[in-house]
T-cell receptor, first 120, second 111 residues
Framework: GAVVSQHPSRVICKSGTSVKIECRSLDFQATTMFWYRQFPKKSLMLMATSNEGSKATYEQGVEKDKFLINHASLTLSTLTVTSAHPEDSSFYIC????????????????FGPGTRLTVL | KNQVEQSPQSLIILEGKNCTLQCNYTVSPFSNLRWYKQDTGRGPVSLTIMTFSENTKSNGRYTATLDADTKQSSLHITASQLSDSASYICVVSASGGKLIFGQGTELSVKP
């Protein structure tokens, strides 16, 4: 149980195009999902918190118009990198918080396998 | 300032040997501490989660300890295998749900 998938696993695109990454919780409901970015040899950096049915909360320094987040259902959040540039090339990881874990206060988050974005 | 610091930054050991990774944190208010294993090009996978009242937790060959007084945690790996080569990340959850990530320890197990 508690599986989170991401699609695609890797994508290569031309500069100026937009890329959509999907994050799905496969066997649990997630009112909250998180989007992270990871550079080589570095730890995960939180970009935004995605809440089902409401606007995402972005971390300081993350452009909301650049990284569009939609959390339309309890099992799906999408991150769209708009007008991608080479500096957007990175490893993007999502995580989903099991709604039930709020009850036991563990705040369990399950991570997806990541999406490698390369912008040429 | 909430911070999680790990040591060593990297570690090379021979297959079959044991090793211990360290994590010091200054996170308040503290909720729980987790250790994750992240293989190259993959997402983190949870190894252990410990709350304030737990001193130790095991998951197979992985044993995590937590000293909430000194704000230190360790992850001990027994009888290492080649597949243990990965980045090990210590993550502290503050009350309210925010995760504070350590920079990770890169472990390489050599035959």
């Amino acid at each position: 149980g508690a599986v989170v998938s991401q699609h695609p696993s890797r994508v290569i695109c031309k500069s100026g195009t937009s890329v959509k990454i999907e994050c799905r919780s496969l066997d649990f409901q997630a009112t909250t999902m998180f989007w992270y970015r990871q550079f080589p040899k570095k730890s995960l950096m939180l970009m935004a918190t995605s809440n089902e049915g409401s606007k995402a909360t972005y971390e300081q320094g993350v452009e909301k118009d650049k990284f569009l987040i939609n959390h339309a259902s309890l099992t799906l959040s999408t991150l769209t990198v708009t007008s991608a540039h080479p500096e957007d090339s990175s490893f993007y990881i999502c995580s989903a918080r099991d709604t039930k874990s709020l009850i036991n206060r563990i705040n369990e988050q399950f991570f997806g396998p990541g999406t490698r974005l390369t912008v040429l | 300032k909430n911070q999680v610091e790990q040591s060593p930054q990297s570690l090379i050991i021979l297959e079959g040997k044991n090793c211990t990774l360290q994590c010091n944190y200054t996170v308040s208010p503290f909720s729980n501490l987790r250790w994750y294993k992240q293989d190259t090009g993959r997402g983190p996978v949870s190894l252990t989660i410990m709350t304030f009242s737990e001193n130790t937790k095991s998951n197979g060959r992985y044993t995590a300890t937590l000293d909430a007084d000194t704000k230190q945690s360790s992850l001990h790996i027994t009888a290492s295998q080649l597949s243990d080569s990965a980045s090990y990340i210590c993550v502290v959850s503050a009350s309210g749900g925010k995760l504070i990530f350590g920079q990770g320890t890169e472990l390489s197990v050599k035959p």
